[in-house]
């Protein structure tokens, strides 16, 4: 069946519970004699701690925002996108397996809107469902689902479960946030990147596309919000 706009659904189901001051301690224990736990004991300002994560974050000493790790549960997603998302070697997942769940009734699948603006959605349809009519018969013959899902395409969705480090999410969101990101993965990441700006409203300035934590773009083809740097 086709899916609806407010896909993908995403949803933050675990988080760290102080991340700016867990930080803020492992910023501090590299540069001071007193013990980590003396200095976590301590009421600290929060704009001092702001300013002091800022400043580190800014030399590069990326290492202090790997203690925050966040969970998240996305369902209604491309295979496509699910493709390039696993790209991304710092995060761990936990994936619907096409081996062991049998599609029943006809599986889910996204439309990309450029199919629907000319005018080939019914086709699209169509197709999807001779091959839903296929990988049927397929598992009627006993064919195991590992291999009748040969013939599921890019556009079936899945389901993940994917948990990783804040260092790792706003690397994911400065390269996903691009405008030349493929929109599945961009819409994602910004929906991720959404859910934890809710809660840590500081890190908005950090999860955005590289060019607005470089002042430049990288891209061959620029949107041209930034000047291009010259390679
Ligand atoms: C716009 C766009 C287009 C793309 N097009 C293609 C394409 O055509 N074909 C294709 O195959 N992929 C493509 N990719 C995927 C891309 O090559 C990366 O695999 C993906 O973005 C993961 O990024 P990453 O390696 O930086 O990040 P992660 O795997 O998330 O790693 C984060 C960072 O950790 C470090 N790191 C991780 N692993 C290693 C390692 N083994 N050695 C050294 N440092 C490491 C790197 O600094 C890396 O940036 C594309 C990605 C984007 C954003």
Same mark, same amino acid.
């Given at each position: 069946m086709p899916v609806n706009s407010e896909f993908p659904i995403v949803h933050l189901v675990s988080e760290p519970v102080n991340p700016l001051k867990t930080i803020?301690?492992?910023?501090?224990?590299?540069?001071? $004699?007193?013990?980590?736990?003396? @200095?976590? #004991?301590?009421?600290?300002?929060?704009?001092?701690?702001l300013d002091l994560v800022g400043k580190v974050l800014k030399s590069g000493h990326h290492s202090t925002i790997e203690h925050c790790q966040y969970t998240f549960t996305i369902s209604g997603i491309s295979r496509a996108c699910t493709h390039q998302l696993v790209r991304h070697r710092h995060?761990?997942?936990?994936?619907?397996?096409?081996?062991?769940?049998?599609?029943?009734?006809?599986f889910e699948y996204i439309t990309p809107s450029t199919v629907k603006s000319v005018g080939l959605q019914g086709d699209? $349809?169509?197709?999807?469902?001779? @091959?839903? #009519?296929?990988?049927?018969?397929?598992?009627?013959?006993?064919?195991?689902?590992?291999?009748?899902?040969f013939v599921l395409p890019n556009a079936a969705t899945s389901s993940l479960v994917a948990s990783l480090n804040l260092r790792e999410l706003i690397h994911i969101a400065n390269l996903r946030l691009c405008v030349n990101a493929q929109h599945e993965i961009r819409k994602l990441v910004g929906k991720m990147s959404a859910l934890v700006i809710e809660k840590e409203p500081w890190l908005e300035e950090y999860l955005v596309?590289?060019?607005?934590?470089?002042?430049?773009?990288?891209?061959?083809?620029?949107?041209?919000?930034?000047?291009?740097?010259?390679?």
């Amino acid at each position: 069946m086709p899916v609806n706009s407010e896909f993908p659904i995403v949803h933050l189901v675990s988080e760290p519970v102080n991340p700016l001051k867990t930080i803020y301690i492992a910023c501090r224990t590299c540069y001071s $004699a007193d013990y980590p736990f003396n @200095i976590w #004991e301590k009421d600290a300002d929060k704009q001092a701690m702001l300013d002091l994560v800022g400043k580190v974050l800014k030399s590069g000493h990326h290492s202090t925002i790997e203690h925050c790790q966040y969970t998240f549960t996305i369902s209604g997603i491309s295979r496509a996108c699910t493709h390039q998302l696993v790209r991304h070697r710092h995060v761990s997942f936990s994936q619907k397996s096409q081996r062991y769940v049998v599609e029943k009734g006809q599986f889910e699948y996204i439309t990309p809107s450029t199919v629907k603006s000319v005018g080939l959605q019914g086709d699209y $349809a169509e197709l999807m469902d001779k @091959i839903n #009519e296929f990988y049927d018969k397929m598992i009627q013959k006993g064919i195991p689902a590992e291999d009748a899902r040969f013939v599921l395409p890019n556009a079936a969705t899945s389901s993940l479960v994917a948990s990783l480090n804040l260092r790792e999410l706003i690397h994911i969101a400065n390269l996903r946030l691009c405008v030349n990101a493929q929109h599945e993965i961009r819409k994602l990441v910004g929906k991720m990147s959404a859910l934890v700006i809710e809660k840590e409203p500081w890190l908005e300035e950090y999860l955005v596309p590289k060019c607005d934590r470089n002042n430049y773009c990288d891209e061959i083809k620029s949107c041209g919000r930034y000047q291009q740097k010259v390679l």
